[in-house]
Each structure stands twice: as C-alpha cells, then as structure tokens.
C-alpha cells in the first residue's frame, strides 16, 4: 500500500513539474522581450510608421497634383533700342535693328490654384489676379497653357473664380474645415517664390480662427482676413490659392499668406468659405452676393484696448462714400463695438463674420466709441457684388 502511494506521489510531482516547465517555456520568449535588451522589434515598429506616413504623403500627391495649377502674368515690357554691327557701311557700322525695338511680353509665375469642375473652374486668392489691367495665363500640371475667359472676385472674401476653356479635367475633393483639429497633418502644393511649380510641403494644422491682414508681394494688394487657418506647412509667395490638403487628400483651406515676421507660420482660407461661395456663384450664374457696410478697419485686441485704454472693437480707417456705413453715420476713427447687440471682438471672429451673417437690407444697431463716448447708430446692411 505504501509503495503504491508512493508511485502516486512521484507521479503528482512529475505531472506538475511538467505543468509549470511548459508555463516557463510558453512565457519565456515574453520575459525575454521584458528583460533581455533587443532592439529589433521597436526599430520595426519605427519603420513601419515612417513607411506608413511617406505613404499617405505620396498618395496624397499624386492623386492631386495634376488638379493644381500654375498662374502667370503677361505684361509688356519696355525694350531700349537695341543696335547691331554693319560691317558693309562704313558710315553706318551700327545700325539700329528695327524688330528689336518698342515692347516685349514677359511672363511671371503669380501664384497657385486648384480645379473644382471639369469644365474649367478654377479657385485661386483674389489678391492673385487682382489686376483687371493685365492677362492671365493658367497652366496645368501636364504643361498646358490656357488662356482665362473670365475673373469671378469675391468681394468680401481673398477669393476669386477663374474659367478657361477646357473638359475633361479632373477637380479636387473638397473636405470640411469645419472638423478640423490641431495638430492633424496639413499638405501644401504651390509654385514655391514664382518659380518652383507643384512643390509640396508637409506640416499641421497649428492653430485655428486666427485673424491676419494678407496680401500678394506680386500684386501690391493687402485685405484684412479673419477665422483662418494656421500651418507650418512651409507656404512661400507663389502659393497663394494653392490646396491645403488634409491626410485623406481632401482640400481643407486655400493657402493665402505666409507671416513675414516668423518662420513655419502660413495661413489658409477654411475650405467650407468656398464651398459656400460655388454654391452661390452656381446659383447666381456667376455672381457673388454679399451683405455690405463699406468701411476698412483693423481690428482692437483686448492688450491693445488695455494699452490705450479704449474699448476691444474694429476701428474704422476708412468708409466708403455712399457705403452703408457712410449713410449710417459711421465715421473714420471710429471703433465699432456691437452690431445687433453683437460684441466686435476677434474671439467672435471679428466684424467680417458679424456682417456676413447679415442679410441685405436688415437694419442694424451699431455702436461705436467716438471720442470717449458710446453712440449708436441705424444702419442698413448693402449688397455688394463681383465680377
């Protein structure tokens, strides 16, 4: 009986000295992992993602590239006589060349754009063909040229509309800027300085409804813009109206400016502001209506208002003769500070959002700060409209 508890014993203890050899067996490669340095695993995980993140950059792309375009000036540019050498007339060794005199058109590379419609509708910043005096070329990724037919501006907004001849080509995908988040990737593709077209550049989103005064160092044209999107995708001059494209090859922004005064800072339209204004421009039949009140103003920041001890609002530098805000009463030196019973501040997007909620023809209660006094006015909300 002994003997036979025994072999029992001996049994039990084998059984369980097998049970936990296989349990050490099974986890030793995880030990391993914990307690025995090897690198190979996390610099394969690195790679991956590195290989993963080239990918959708790439991807990106190349299935947009071909829908962004280069646009040129022409202008005429004054030559000086220009003279050549006649050896067979002593008396007139350097004869002047006829065919070398008077103008000669030059072209530059101006800016960016992206096409919406197969049919030829291209989006591009206002301040890019601003010049109602000279002729605009647009040239597409394949290296064609075409000539513009027509210059739909915005009046209210750094946007314009071009149409050039064409089908068949292949419009961008356009995203909702609305969802947009800090931090999420940004792809810009422009013509980098004028020159160097379809160049990318890669960066996030850094900041959102910011407010900035943007213009064209081509062009000359300065506007006050505000609820933009911030990037330090690299946005040189030359980008202007080029895609700010998210991850999913979506446009989420027109590229409008790059700060002069940092590094890695650029700035770009919100997407859905264009969205609305092609849903507008389709029904119009190419026009653009906006809500108007006619002055030029910059905006009061709460430090600035604590400065100089003045209220936050937009203060007026200029009204235009005939405007609403000139037959308001509004006058230059002003700060608007309510409309509507709404505050003037940039936290609220600033007085260019305020009035784009307006209607034409609503009347509104304005109220200014004039010489440290509070006055309000009746004023009627205009239309504006561009071509």
């Known amino acids: 009986m002994k003997r036979i508890l025994v072999l029992i014993g001996l049994f039990v203890i084998l059984v369980l000295i097998g049970t936990s050899t296989n349990q050490l067996n099974l986890s030793l490669p995880d030990v391993k992992n914990w307690f025995v340095p090897n690198k190979t695993p996390v610099l ?15 991807k990106v792309v ?8 280069t646009i040129s000036v022409v202008k005429s540019r004054k030559i000086g006589r220009i003279f050549e050498i006649n050896p067979f007339d ?15 058109p030059t072209v530059q590379d101006i800016g960016t754009g992206f096409i919406v419609s197969k049919d030829g509708l291209i989006v591009t910043n206002k301040h890019v063909v601003s010049d109602s005096g000279v002729k605009y070329r647009v040239i597409t990724g394949d290296d064609k040229e075409y000539q513009i037919e027509k210059i739909y501006r915005d009046p209210s907004n750094d946007l314009a509309i071009i149409k050039i001849s064409a089908s068949g080509l292949k419009p961008v995908e356009l995203g909702d800027s609305g969802k947009l988040k800090v931090g999420q990737m940004a792809i810009a593709i422009g013509t980098a300085l004028g020159e160097f077209r379809n160049t990318v550049t890669v960066g996030v989103i850094s900041g959102l409804g910011r407010g900035i005064t943007a213009g064209s160092p081509f062009e000359g044209y300065v506007e006050r813009l505000d609820d933009v999107i911030q990037t330090d995708a690299a946005i ?13 090859g979506q446009v989420i922004g027109v590229n409008i400016a790059v700060s002069s005064e940092g590094q890695n800072i650029g700035f770009a339209l919100p997407i859905n502001v264009v969205k609305s204004l092609l849903t507008e421009f389709n029904k119009s039949g190419g026009r653009f209506e906006r809500p108007f009140l006619g002055v030029r103003y910059r905006m009061i920041t709460r430090d600035l208002a604590i400065m100089y001890e003045i209220p936050q609002g937009a203060y007026v530098q200029e009204v235009v003769a005939d405007s609403p805000a000139d037959k308001g009463g509004i006058q230059e030196e002003d700060v608007i500070v309510e409309i509507g019973g709404q505050k003037v501040t940039e936290d609220n997007g600033g007085l260019a959002k305020i009035i784009a909620g307006k209607k034409s023809g609503d009347q509104v209660t304005v109220t200014v700060w004039r010489n440290g006094e509070t006055v309000e006015l009746k004023v009627t909300i205009g239309q504006t409209s561009g071509e």
Request: aromatic residues 4%.
């Open 44 to 58: 394969e995980k690195q790679k991956l993602q590195i290989v993963n993140e080239e990918s959708v950059i790439t």
């Open 62 to 69: 190349e299935e947009t590239s071909s829908s962004v375009v």
């Open 90 to 104: 002593p008396f007139d060794i350097f004869r002047q060349s006829p065919n070398l005199r008077g103008e000669q």
């Open 236 to 248: 040189n001059p030359g980008n202007s109206g080029g895609p700010l494209l998210n991850s999913a």
